[in-house]
């Protein structure tokens, strides 16, 4: 076995034992929970008109939902489409398709464990995507970044001439690759992508890679920072994994039609 198939089977593994953890403390994804995930990410301000969420489809590994092109704020469950891993639409219906669904589809394929997945511009972490300041974990709520957050460079796979969208499924596979077992990658000069065991959990780590930008840019100005070190953003991250619903709790009532 060469070594890249190598690594990607311990990644599978690894995933693998992560989602059964990750699968037994949340309640399977429902529509409706997408749907309000959608106007949660909008009204905290993690993600504006444009930007999705999606989620693995529980009774059907091999599919996702997402809602159709259209600004989340707005998303009801009528909303949500279906798609296969390839980010094929299954029940259009007229319905548009985000140009950018290949993100999910991608990480679907190559991540077992993620189970939702985040796709936003905002605005505190696009700094970190173009300079040489790194995002690091400033405090415990984004101890889930750990201390090496990947940057996906578009001009590596799509050249130097692109319109910055995933609008293939080729530019999905590369950030997916990018992404690796992270739980976040930013993208240079347009994004980030956030992924979670759970709508809340990739709700959770969006939010609070929004957050953490903006504190490590006020931390910049002040001086030099000192991050949560490799061990406390393990310790810190597995606490937290159990208290993500308090904050879906709080968001979701603030939404719910
Ligand atoms: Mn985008």
Known sequence: MDRPSFLLGVLAASCAATSAAGAAGAPPATVADLAIANRVLAHENVVDGFGHISARDPQNPNRYWLARSMAPAL???ADVMTYDLDSNALNANGRVSYLERFIHGAIYKVRPDVQSVVHAHTASVIPFGVSSAAL????????FLGTNVPVFEIRDAAGPASDMLIRTPALGDA????????????????????????????????????????LESEALRLGTPR???????????????????????????????
Do not use: C
């Open 75 to 77: 998303v009801t469950e």
């Open 136 to 143: 690091q974990p400033i405090y415990h709520m984004a101890s």
């Open 175 to 214: 950030l997916a690759r990018t992404l690796g077992s992270a739980n976040v990658a930013l993208m240079r000069g347009h994004g980030m992508v956030a992924v979670g065991t759970s709508i809340p959990e990739a709700v959770f780590r969006a939010y609070y890679t929004g957050m953490d930008a903006q």
């Open 227 to 257: 991050f949560l070190n490799a061990a406390e953003a393990q310790a810190s991250s597995e606490t937290n994994a159990a208290l993500v619903d308090r904050s879906w709790q709080l968001w979701k009532r603030a939404v719910i039609q």
